[in-house]
């Protein structure tokens, strides 16, 4: 999968989206307006730009604020966005890079993460302004693989996640993709394939990736979900 491709794709979208309006609240981030999403994403990217080249895996400092003036926080994005491509166009993907995640703290993490990131927040960006965005089913289906099997054991062993132990199965109907998932205190299971469990949800890639965020209901149109409610709201990485 060509992440720097998706990645530029998504940002692209994403600014596009909030650029139209700025001030527009984010219905699927209470409190957030496009402003605020432009924000998190392009401090996110600046500090993916300063951090990568540094090739160890000790955390970050933080970065500076976005600025507030609407050109210059828009010039500010794209200069993350170009940076970033930038990185992952002369940076080797095994290098060293800390990540916040039980993943290899490697450069080339972030070429998925940032792509997932991007997608997310421009379907949040694009709905601020009445817009719909479609996802890939192949793309959407690799978000959800990322969000179970990389982002809820991070979350879990951080204590960050919905508490509950059980099994659930994900199942998507456009596209390949199961999994069959096991929580147990910090612990987090995850392997391929069709099997019973105590919870179960079934859907399109996109549908499955925006419930998994919190983006959607897990009966949210094209989704059918089975058993223990609150165990599929423990497979939210947030």
């Given at each position: ?12 979208a994403?600014?596009?989206a909030?650029?139209?309006d700025?001030d527009?609240p ?8 496009n402003?605020?999403?432009l924000?998190h994403?392009?401090?996110?990217l600046?500090?993916?730009?300063t ?5 160890v ?8 604020r976005?600025?507030?003036?609407n050109?210059?926080?828009v010039e500010?994005f ?5 940076g970033?491509?930038?990185a ?9 890079a ?8 490697v450069?080339g ?25 479609e996802?890939d ?7 959800v ?7 809820l054991p ?11 132990d059980?099994?659930?199965?994900v ?9 069959m998932?096991?929580l147990?205190?910090d612990?987090?299971d995850?392997?391929?394939?069709h ?17 998994l ?17 609150d165990?599929l709201?423990a497979?939210?990485?947030?």
């Amino acid at each position: 999968m060509d992440y720097p491709a998706l990645f530029q794709a998504e940002a692209e979208a994403l600014l596009a989206a909030a650029a139209k309006d700025l001030d527009a609240p984010v219905p699927s981030c209470p409190g957030w307006d496009n402003r605020r999403l432009l924000s998190h994403v392009g401090r996110l990217l600046d500090s993916t730009v300063t951090h990568l080249p540094r090739g160890v895996v000790d955390p970050p400092p933080r970065v500076e604020r976005p600025p507030a003036e609407n050109y210059a926080l828009v010039e500010y994005f794209r200069r993350g966005v170009a940076g970033t491509l930038a990185a992952f166009r002369d940076l080797d993907p095994a290098a060293p890079a800390w990540n916040f995640t039980l993943e290899p703290q490697v450069t080339g993490f972030w070429r998925r993460r940032l792509s997932h990131e991007t997608q997310i927040h421009a379907w949040d960006a694009a709905g601020a302004v009445g817009e719909t965005r479609e996802f890939d089913p192949v793309f959407a289906a690799d978000g959800v693989d990322e969000a179970l099997r990389v982002l809820l054991p991070a979350a879990r062993a951080a204590g960050l996640s919905k508490s509950g132990d059980g099994t659930a199965h994900v199942h998507l109907t456009d596209t390949p993709g199961e999994w069959m998932i096991s929580l147990t205190g910090d612990a987090v299971d995850v392997t391929e394939g069709h099997h019973k469990g105590d919870a179960g949800l079934r859907g399109p890639a996109s549908q499955v990736l925006l419930a998994l965020w919190g983006r959607v209901p897990f009966d949210a149109t094209g989704l059918t979900a089975f058993g223990d409610q609150d165990l599929l709201t423990a497979l939210r990485p947030t």
